[in-house]
C-alpha cells in the first residue's frame, strides 16, 4: 500500500487507482477527474423539523453546497459522484427550497452527475444525473455500504471519526478509513455526527494495517485508532 | 406580637426549646404577601418558615395543599421532610407532609398529582415540570405559602430565575399565595428581597441576630507554603493535629481535583488512622450517601469536600471548618465558616490555610473583609432569555395560552421585570418557530396560533419532549466510573468525557480517593480496576474554578498601599518590600505591567487582579493582538491577579495592547473560534430548548445521527449572526468563564494609566507565576502543529511512513 503524506491532501493508491484522500472529505480520481463526496443528508434540518420537531439552523444545505462547490471549482471536476445518502430522505427532497434547488442544478450542470442509491435515499429522481446502485469504473467499485471481501471498493455510510490524544488533549476529527482492499469516506454533509474508528463494525472491516486519513484544516493520516481487546 | 397557642408553647416547654424572636416574629408577620428571613445556619430558620404553616393547619380545616417548599438539593427536602415530622407527631397535627424529587417513585407521583398532600417539599426542577402538567391548577388549588429555603444560593443561578417565573405562574393560579424566603447572610439583602417578591409589590425583611462573630484565622503551620500553586498539601501535619484536636473536622476545598489529592496524602499521613471521608459533586450517588450517613451518625472526624456541601443538612457535630486555599469570596466564606456549630448563639470556628505564598495575602485581604462584615457579590442583571425560552414552552406543554397574559405575569418575576416586549416577543418567536432569519419551519411551527389568539402545542405529543429537557443545570459530558467485575461492579462517580478521551489501558486515576486503573469503555462507562501500578494522572472534573471576587481584590490592592505589612508573616513582607524595590507594586487605579527578559525568552507580565477568567481572556485577546503586530508570543499563563506572557520579541509600548477598541475588536473576532463560547452556547441552546439534553440511552443509540453542537455554533454563526441564541450566548460570555464584563471593569478604572516597567531580570511577584500550572500555547502555531508532530510520530512508531 504506498501512502503519501503531502500538505493538503493524502496521496494513495487503491487497487492499481492513485487517490487522493482531501481536508474537506471528498476524495479526489486525478486520472479520471472524478470527485466523489459521501452523506451529504441535504435536508436534514427540514427533515428533523418535520419529524421531531426540533429547529435547527436551517442553513445546513447552503453550508455543504458551497463547500461541494469549493471542491468542484478547486478540482475542475468532470465527474461528481455522491455516494449516498445524498439527501436526508426522499420527502426532503421535494421540500427543498427554490434557491437551493437551483444551486444543485447550476452545480450540476456541464458535468457528469452519478448519485448512488444510499439507505437514507433511493437517489433524488427528480434532479437529472445518472442514478445507480452502485458504480464499477476501472478497478474501482463504489457503493454507499461496504460489502465484504470487497477489491478496490469505495464506500461511505458509516461516518467514520478518529480521536487522537494529543498532549493529554482530546482531539476528534472525521475520518477516511484506508487499507489495502477499501477505502470508507467520511461524511461531507454539514449535520453529521460520527462512529469512532474504534467501534466493532469499523474494527471487523478494516484491515489490521488500516490508516485513518483525520480530515479539518489539513489531512493527516495516522494508524486507524482502535479499540483495544480487554 | 404573636402568642404562640398552648398546644405549641407547650411543645416548646417541653422540649426545653425558647422560641426565637425571628420565629415569634415569622409567625406575626404571617400575612406578609412577602417575607424574607436573613439568620445565621442554626438558628432555627426552616422551622422559622415552617410554624405559621403547622399553625394554620392545626385545626385540620384544609383541604389539599396549603405550603409548598422548595430547595436547592433533593437531600435537603427529605432532611425536611423528617424533621418536621417531629414536631407534627409530637402534637399529633393531622398533617400530611411528602417530598417529591427526581428520586422519587413513579407511583408516588401520581399520587401526589390526584391527592396532594398539606405539605410537598420540592426542588425547582420538580416544580417546573409539576408546572407543565395540564392538570397544573388542580394540583395547586387552594396553595397558601410557598417556603423557598436557601435562597441565596438560588438567587445567584439560573435555577432561581426559572424558580421565579414558577413562582409568577403560581400566583396567577393561586392569587392569595404568600411567599417566604430563608437566606443565609448576604451582602445585599434588599436584592434577594426583589428576587422574591412580586413585582413591583414589596418584601418585607427580617433580619435575626447575626449572633457572634466566628472565631476565624490562618492556620499556623511549620512550613511556610510554596511560591505557587494549589492545593495546600505542605499544611497536611498542621491539619492533622486540628481533626485530632475537634470533634469533627470540615476541610473544605475550591475544587475537585485537590480534594482527591489532598484527601490522598492526608490519608497517606494518617498514621493514627482518624475516620475520614471525602465528598464532591463527581462520586456516585452510594458514595456520596455513606458518607453523610456516617457524618449524620458522628462516625468520621474529619470530611475532604468542596462546595457540595455547601448547602443542606445540619451536620450537628462540626467544631471546626478548615478552608484550604483561598477563599476567593468573603460571603461564600462566611457562609461555609457557618457550617461549624450549629448552636445558637455560640461562635463558629475556622481556619484558612493558603495554598501559596500569594493567597497569604489573599487569605489576610478575606480575614479583614470578615471582620469588617464586608461580604461581596455581583450583581446579576436582567433575567438570563434561555431559561425565559424554556419557561414559554413549559407554559405551552400545561395548555393554550395567551402571549399578552403571559409578557405580564413574567414581568412581575423580578429578575424579568425589565423585559421589554420585543425581547419576549423574541423568545416567543424562537419557541415557536425556531426564530430564524430564514423562515424555513413556518410551516411545522411548534407552537401556532389558534384562530382565538393563544399560542398552543402543533403536536401535544411535543409536551413529553419538553417535560425530558427542563432544568437549567447543563452538565458538561461525563462517564461513569466502575469498577470492573462480573456483575456490573460498584460504582464510584463520574470523571468527564473529555478525560476519559485521553485514558489508555493501563492509565491510573484519582477518584474517590482511591487510585484506580483504566481497563477500557463499555457502554458508555468507564471500567477501572484496583490494579494501581503506577503514579495517578488527576481526574479532570468540571467542578467551577471561582475567580477571586472584586471586593477582594480590591482589598489586596488596598494593602499594597501600607507602608508596611505588620499584619503578614515575615516571608511574606519582605517579598512585597523586594518587590517595591525593583519595580512597584500594583495600585487600584493605574495598570502595572512588567517587561523582563528570562530564559532566552522576552516576557510580558501584566497585574490587572480581574480574576482567573478575565485574565485568561485579557491573555487570550492580548496574545491575539501581538501575533497580529509580529510579536510572536508562545503563550501565557494566568492567574486571578495577573497574566504572564512570552514571547520571542520585546513589547516596547503596551498601551496599544491596551486600547479599549482594540480589545472588543478582537473578542468580537475571537468570539467566533473559542471554545469556551462553544461551551457556553451548547448549555444556552439546551437550557432554551434548541436542541436536546443527552440523555446516557439517546447517546449510546445516537452515534451517526448525534453531532456536536459545535458546528450549529459556527453555522449560526456564519448565516443568521443576529439569532436570539447567539445573542444570549454572547450576553453570557460577559460573565462567567469568558467574563469579559471585568476585563471592562478593570479597564474603566485604569482609564489608560500604564505603568511599564522595563527590567533586566524576573520581578519578585511574577516568579510564582513561573511555577504556575496551565500555561497556554498561543493559537495558530498550536492545533495543527501538534496535531502533524503526533500524526508523524504514531506513523513512525507504527512504522507506517
Redesign the interface.
Known amino acids: 500500500m504506498r501512502?503519501e503524506?503531502r500538505m493538503n491532501d493524502v496521496r494513495f493508491s487503491l487497487n492499481g487507482a492513485e487517490l487522493s484522500a482531501r481536508a474537506s472529505g471528498a476524495l479526489w480520481w486525478p486520472a479520471e477527474r472524478m470527485l466523489c463526496v459521501s452523506d451529504l443528508h441535504l435536508g436534514k434540518?427540514?427533515r428533523l423539523?418535520?419529524r421531531?420537531?426540533?429547529?435547527?439552523?436551517?442553513?445546513?444545505v447552503?453550508?455543504t453546497l458551497s463547500r461541494l462547490e469549493d471542491e468542484i471549482a478547486a478540482t475542475d471536476a468532470a465527474t461528481v459522484l455522491c455516494l449516498g445518502d445524498s439527501f436526508d430522505d426522499l420527502s426532503a427532497v421535494n421540500t427543498l427550497?427554490e434557491d437551493e434547488v437551483l444551486w444543485l442544478t447550476r452545480l450540476m450542470a456541464g458535468r457528469r452527475w452519478i448519485w448512488i442509491e444510499g439507505n437514507h435515499d433511493p437517489g433524488p429522481l427528480d434532479f437529472g444525473g445518472t442514478h445507480l446502485a452502485e458504480l464499477q469504473r476501472g478497478p474501482l467499485t463504489f457503493r454507499h455500504i461496504a460489502a465484504a471481501d470487497p477489491v478496490g471498493e469505495v464506500s461511505g455510510h458509516?461516518?467514520p471519526k478518529a480521536?487522537?490524544?494529543?498532549?493529554?488533549?482530546?482531539?476528534?476529527r472525521p475520518c477516511f478509513l484506508i487499507d489495502g482492499r477499501r477505502v470508507i469516506l467520511p461524511?461531507f454533509g454539514?449535520?453529521?455526527?460520527?462512529?469512532r474508528s474504534d467501534?466493532a463494525e469499523l474494527c471487523a472491516l478494516m484491515a489490521p494495517?488500516a490508516?485513518a486519513v483525520?480530515i479539518g484544516?489539513?489531512a493527516?493520516?495516522?494508524?486507524m485508532p482502535r479499540?483495544?481487546v480487554? | 406580637m404573636a402568642t404562640l397557642s398552648p398546644l405549641f408553647s407547650n411543645w416548646f416547654a417541653a422540649r426545653g426549646w425558647q422560641v426565637h424572636p425571628h420565629q415569634r416574629d415569622m409567625l406575626a408577620r404571617a400575612d406578609a404577601p412577602a417575607q424574607l428571613l436573613i439568620a445565621p445556619t442554626g438558628g432555627g430558620k426552616t422551622l422559622a418558615g415552617f410554624l405559621p404553616t403547622l399553625v394554620e393547619l392545626a385545626d385540620g380545616d384544609h383541604t389539599g395543599l396549603h405550603t409548598l417548599y422548595i430547595s436547592p438539593l433533593k437531600a435537603l427536602a427529605a432532611d425536611i421532610r423528617r424533621n418536621l415530622r417531629t414536631p407534627v407527631d409530637d402534637m399529633a397535627l393531622p398533617i400530611r407532609i411528602e417530598d417529591r424529587t427526581g428520586d422519587t417513585s413513579y407511583t408516588q407521583r401520581r399520587r401526589q398529582r390526584a391527592d396532594p398532600p398539606h405539605i410537598l417539599l420540592t426542588t425547582p426542577e420538580s416544580l417546573a415540570l409539576l408546572l407543565s402538567y395540564e392538570d397544573a391548577p388542580r394540583i395547586f388549588k387552594g396553595l397558601q405559602r410557598v417556603v423557598v429555603d436557601e435562597i441565596h444560593a438560588l438567587a445567584e443561578s439560573k435555577r432561581g430565575d426559572q424558580l421565579m417565573l414558577g413562582l409568577a405562574r403560581l400566583s396567577t393560579l393561586c392569587p392569595d399565595l404568600r411567599r417566604v424566603g430563608l437566606s443565609a447572610t448576604v451582602e445585599d439583602p434588599g436584592a434577594i428581597a426583589r428576587f422574591l417578591a412580586r413585582h413591583p409589590d414589596p418584601c418585607d425583611i427580617l433580619q435575626a441576630d447575626p449572633g457572634p462573630d466566628p472565631d476565624i484565622a490562618m492556620l499556623k503551620t511549620d512550613m511556610p507554603p510554596p511560591w505557587a500553586g494549589g492545593g495546600g498539601r505542605y499544611a497536611i501535619p498542621a491539619v492533622l493535629d486540628q481533626i485530632r484536636g475537634h470533634r469533627t473536622t470540615l476541610i473544605f476545598h475550591n475544587t475537585r481535583a485537590q480534594a482527591e489529592l489532598f484527601f490522598r496524602d492526608l490519608w497517606m499521613a494518617n498514621t493514627d488512622a482518624l475516620p475520614i471521608g471525602i465528598h464532591h459533586g463527581s462520586l456516585a450517588r452510594e458514595q456520596r450517601e455513606k458518607v453523610e450517613a456516617a457524618m449524620v451518625a458522628g462516625d468520621l472526624r474529619a470530611i475532604v469536600c468542596t462546595g457540595s456541601l455547601d448547602l443542606g443538612i445540619d451536620w450537628g457535630d462540626v467544631d471546626l471548618v478548615i478552608q484550604v486555599g483561598a477563599p476567593k469570596n468573603v460571603k461564600r466564606l462566611v457562609q461555609r465558616v457557618g457550617r461549624a456549630n450549629h448552636r445558637y448563639n455560640a461562635p463558629s470556628k475556622a481556619l484558612l490555610v493558603p495554598a501559596n505564598r500569594f493567597e497569604i495575602v489573599e487569605c489576610v485581604a478575606a480575614l479583614q473583609a470578615v471582620r469588617a462584615h464586608h461580604l461581596d457579590g455581583d450583581p446579576r442583571g436582567p433575567g438570563p432569555r434561555d431559561v425565559l425560552c424554556q419557561h414559554i414552552l413549559i407554559t405551552a406543554a400545561a395548555g393554550p395560552f395567551d402571549a399578552d397574559a403571559l409578557y405580564t405575569e413574567v414581568s412581575r418575576a423580578g429578575a424579568y421585570a425589565t423585559l421589554t416586549r420585543a425581547e419576549f416577543d423574541a423568545c416567543l418567536d424562537f419557541a415557536a418557530t425556531g426564530g430564524y432569519a430564514l423562515r424555513a419551519y413556518d410551516r411545522y411551527q411548534r407552537l401556532p396560533q389558534r384562530p382565538d389568539g393563544q399560542w398552543q402545542l402543533r403536536d401535544p405529543r411535543a409536551a413529553r419532549q419538553i417535560r425530558m429537557n427542563i432544568g437549567t443545570i447543563v452538565d458538561t459530558e461525563t462517564l461513569k466510573v466502575r469498577l470492573k467485575n462480573t456483575r456490573g461492579g460498584a460504582p464510584l462517580g463520574e470523571v468527564e468525557e473529555s478525560f476519559a478521551a485521553t485514558l489508555t489501558p493501563g492509565d491510573t486515576f484519582l477518584i474517590g480517593g482511591q487510585t484506580v486503573r483504566y481497563e477500557g469503555l463499555r457502554e458508555m462507562t468507564v471500567e477501572v480496576t484496583r490494579r494501581a501500578d503506577k503514579p495517578p494522572k488527576i481526574a479532570v472534573f468540571s467542578g467551577t474554578k471561582f475567580a477571586t471576587s472584586t471586593q477582594l481584590s480590591d482589598r489586596i490592592l488596598s494593602m499594597f498601599r501600607q507602608p508596611d505589612w505588620p499584619e503578614l508573616p515575615r516571608h511574606t513582607a519582605d517579598w512585597l518590600r523586594l518587590q517595591r524595590e525593583v519595580s512597584q507594586l500594583p495600585q487600584a487605579d493605574r495598570l502595572l505591567v512588567e517587561s523582563f527578559p528570562h530564559d532566552g525568552r522576552e516576557h510580558l507580565c501584566i497585574y490587572g487582579f480581574a480574576g482567573r477568567n478575565a485574565q485568561q481572556t485579557l491573555g487570550l485577546l492580548v496574545t491575539q493582538r501581538m501575533e497580529e503586530t509580529g510579536l510572536h508570543p508562545l503563550g501565557f499563563v494566568s492567574t486571578d491577579y495577573a497574566t504572564l506572557i512570552w514571547g520571542l520579541d520585546p513589547v516596547r509600548d503596551p498601551a496599544p495592547l491596551f486600547a479599549s477598541d482594540t480589545l472588543h475588536r478582537g473578542f468580537e473576532t475571537w468570539l467566533s473560534s473559542n471554545a469556551v463560547m462553544k461551551r457556553t452556547f451548547r448549555s444556552t441552546a439546551v437550557i432554551a430548548g434548541l436542541i436536546d439534553r443527552n440523555t446516557p440511552g439517546k447517546r449510546k443509540s445516537g452515534r451517526q445521527a448525534t453531532f456536536s453542537s459545535d458546528i450549529l455554533y459556527d453555522t449560526l454563526l456564519k448565516y443568521d449572526p443576529d439569532h436570539l441564541m447567539l445573542a444570549i450566548t454572547r450576553e453570557e460570555a460577559l460573565r462567567g468563564l469568558v467574563d469579559f464584563g471585568r476585563i471592562e471593569q478593570m479597564l474603566a478604572r485604569v482609564q489608560g494609566r500604564i505603568d511599564h516597567v522595563t527590567l533586566p531580570r524576573v520581578t519578585p511577584l511574577a516568579a510564582p507565576l513561573f511555577l504556575e500550572a496551565g500555561r497556554i500555547p498561543v493559537k495558530g502555531a498550536a492545533q495543527e502543529r501538534l496535531l502533524a508532530d503526533a500524526a508523524e510520530q504514531l506513523m513512525a512508531t507504527a512504522g507506517l511512513s
Do not use: N
Not at chain 1, 480521536?163 to 476528534?172: D, I, K, M, N, Y
Not at chain 1, 454539514?190 to 462512529?195: D, E, H, I, K, Q
Open positions: 501512502f503524506q434540518s427540514e423539523a418535520r421531531t420537531g426540533q429547529y435547527l439552523p436551517p442553513y445546513e447552503r453550508e427550497p458509516y461516518h480521536r487522537l490524544a494529543v498532549r493529554g488533549q482530546s482531539l476528534t461524511a454539514t449535520y453529521t455526527g460520527g462512529l467501534a494495517d490508516r483525520l484544516k489539513t493527516q493520516a495516522i494508524p479499540g483495544r480487554g
